[in-house]
């Protein structure tokens, strides 16, 4: 029997932070236009849901985190992730987006027909397998940039003769014991920053083993600004200049640090000398090989990652994994370091549109060969969206001008009967690089799934929140890159094509 499809004018395609923020500005920019959001899992918060090991948290600012029409409440700027899923998961329910949420639902396969004008989606129950079909006018995928059931591991030799536990934290187990334990932590980012000072409040000792160093910064738990506005304005206020705070100080820093990259590695050195005092060998363990800001920075709250290093209870190891050993990890330096449980947090698998086939007219796109149209759509795919956030600031903030740009962008079109938007890439030769241009390792293994960008607008992908504000919410719709097409005009294309 054929499936039966469910028709919308709009299908959002995740229920993360991106997913609820999407919903959100649908229902109140364009109350006029149907909806669901598919969600591959059974629950809401994405990254929020999925990552539940020990000291989960943010490493941005929540002010700018979290949504700017449903306020974050408190002080903390880097709040945990239950902390985080709970908020998203609020925010659904106060605007009653979770009632058009469908959990369980795997996006496989978008098809565009332009004679239709209307994306056919393809999907599966993750339940038992049964087939689903969707169909709508605008797709809006916001499925994040990883795959979710599995992260990067290397194939280390020897791996299979340890005796002990190997955890990647893409997939911590529930209740894992590891009080009194002697754990190794491989790797040098986000993850394992976070992950080591929370491990290390009950574990026997906490080895932080990395390749190459990463740049830690220790930013305040609570920003003392921002403290001093709640202090003394009303709630509201104190929010909005809160968030605008952080965006600017975000700005200001990334900037500098990229037009003086050396006097910014100095400061940073500087502060972990302070930290960790004048014989740690700060050179060899956190001074890495890089530029500021060529990868994403780690933030260390209030320090917590270096107190724990002064204090004992972590130490740091810069080497090479020669071989695993049954009771540790033999490196190329000859020493060995043993251990109960080794903790991979070795980085992302990159999965474009969640792993979805995307298909226009019958042709497979390849994502990695489009050029990014204001760093929302993609060159000769028609009414899709992907909402992606900044690598130097807070997802949210691009995500949220991402959706307010495709409801700008659909009550254009309802208001002078378009039913097709789409980017064409520019006659004239344009240069392109990766849209996204960080040196970090799950970027490098995946450059052909990165989508390019041109050196000028609207192709190019920027990383300020001021130039995309203008483009995203001020700038022409009809700006002779997007073409626009009315049914009739889509008629008599496909006439012509039919001759």
């Known amino acids: 029997m054929p499936v039966q499809p469910s028709a919308y004018d709009v299908l959002i395609v995740g229920a993360g932070l991106s997913g609820i923020c999407a919903a959100y500005y649908l ?19 994405g990254t929020w849901d999925l990552f539940r ?3 989960v948290r943010s490493d941005s600012d929540m002010h700018t985190l979290g949504y700017s029409f449903r306020p974050w409440r408190g002080l903390k ?9 709970r908020y998203i998961e609020e ?8 009632q058009k949420i469908r959990f369980g639902y795997r996006v496989q396969r978008a098809a565009w027909s332009s004679a239709e004008a209307r994306w056919t989606v393809d999907a599966i129950r993750v339940s038992d397998g049964a087939p689903a079909r969707f169909t709508c006018s605008f797709l809006f995928m916001c499925t994040g940039y990883y795959d979710y059931e599995h992260g990067y591991t290397p194939d280390w030799p020897d791996v299979n003769r340890f005796r002990g536990l190997i955890v990647h ?13 002697r754990m190794v932590v491989i790797g040098s980012g986000a993850t394992a920053v976070t992950l080591a000072p929370a491990l290390a409040e009950h574990a026997a000792h906490v080895t932080i083993l990395q390749r190459s160093p990463t740049y830690i910064v220790a930013l305040p738990a609570e920003d003392p600004v921002m403290r001093r506005f709640y202090r003394r304005l009303p709630p509201g206020i104190a ?4 968030r605008w705070w952080s965006i600017g100080v975000g700005m200001y820093f990334y900037t ?5 990259p050396d006097a910014t590695r100095r400061n940073i050195l500087k502060q972990v000398r302070a930290y960790l005092g004048p014989d740690f060998d700060v050179e060899t363990h956190f001074n890495p090989r890089y530029n500021p800001w060529d990868q994403r920075l780690c933030v260390a709250p209030d320090g917590d990652l270096f107190q724990a290093i002064k204090a004992g209870k972590i130490s740091i190891v810069t080497d090479q994994i020669e071989r695993f050993t049954e009771t540790g990890i033999r490196l190329a330096s000859g020493a060995e370091l043993g251990a109960d449980i080794v903790v991979t947090a070795t980085g992302l698998v990159l999965k474009a549109m969640g792993g979805a086939q995307i298909i226009v007219d019958g042709a497979p796109v390849d994502l990695g060969k489009t050029l990014t149209y204001r760093g929302a759509m993609f060159s000769d795919v028609p009414n899709l969206a ?6 130097n600031a807070s997802w949210t903030l691009k995500c949220e001008l991402i959706a307010q740009y495709v409801c700008r962008l659909l009550n254009y079109m309802g208001k002078r009967g378009y039913v097709q938007c789409t980017p064409r890439r520019p006659n004239v030769p344009l240069p392109t690089k990766p849209a996204v241009t960080l040196t970090s390792g799950y970027i490098q293994r995946s450059l052909d799934l990165v989508p390019r960008q041109g050196e000028r607008a609207p192709w190019k992908a920027h990383q300020n929140y001021l130039r995309d504000l203008l483009s995203l919410r001020f700038s022409r719709l009809n700006d002779g890159a997007l073409e626009f097409v009315r049914p009739e005009q889509l008629q008599a294309r496909v006439a012509r094509g039919a001759r």
């Not at 109140?28 to 149907?34: E, G, K």
């Not at 925010?91 to 979770?98: P, Q």
């Not at 929010?239 to 809160?242: A, E």
């Open 386 to 391: 992907l909402a992606f956030g900044y690598a």
């Open 256 to 260: 500098l640090a990229r037009r003086l």
């Open 53 to 55: 090991y020990p000291g």
């Open 27 to 45: 229902q109140t920019r364009c109350p006029t236009r149907s909806y669901a959001i598919l969600e591959s899992r059974d629950a809401i918060g």
């Open 239 to 242: 929010y909005r200049l809160s």
């Open 77 to 85: 700027s880097m709040a945990d992730g239950p902390s985080i899923r």
């Open 91 to 98: 925010t659904a329910r106060a605007y009653g987006i979770d």
């Open 169 to 181: 934290p893409q997939q911590w187990p529930d209740n894992l014991d590891y009080a009194g334990k």
